[in-house]
């Protein structure tokens, strides 16, 4: 059986923006409330500093409490490990899942308790879901009719989450960008 349409026309947006994927992670079933979810791997190289990370498979169900679609983005500065890899795809594929599984959606401003540190990221125990993170960033995907909402994820330190509740996602994300490379582990 075919890709659902929704999910072939998130991969060909994706393939004419990025070209081809340098590799994914494919899971299946598990107990997940989704039956597939693929992470599509697009690593630094010579042309970009930035290794990213892209789901395809939450676009397939709309979010409880009429939360739209989603896939989730997560940019990492510069290659990364492939234990590393293999971890950050498997905990994306997990965050994927938790709208089902907590019965609320997920959307730009949210915050995401994870059981451990983000992979390569010491000491970043939360993600900070954002819309585009650049000027030129994608906010949404374009999927016939059906528009698809990209989460971008930013893992975020103990001290980072506590200031996140002290602003607007927006005023925060702005001023946690001024004091850090958002891509990077922290020092």
Known sequence: MGAA????AVWRERQARWGPE???????GGGSPLDRVDVFVYRADAKTAMTTFATIGMAVREMPGDGGRAELHCTVRGPVPREVEGLTATLLANLGGYPWSVGAPLGWGHMVSLPGDF???????AVFLS??????????????EERVR?????????????????????????????????????A
């Open 22 to 28: 340098d590799d994914a992670y494919t899971y299946e």
């Open 150 to 186: 990209v989460l971008n994820v930013v893992p975020i330190t103990s001290e980072e989450r506590a200031l996140a509740r002290e602003y607007p996602p927006e005023v925060f994300f702005a001023e946690l960008s001024s004091r850090t490379d958002v891509f990077s582990p922290r």
């Open 5 to 8: 349409p929704i999910l072939s």
């Open 119 to 125: 992979p390569g990221f010491p000491g970043c125990a």
């Open 131 to 144: 819309g585009p993170v650049t000027p030129d960033g994608w906010a949404w995907i374009d999927a016939g």
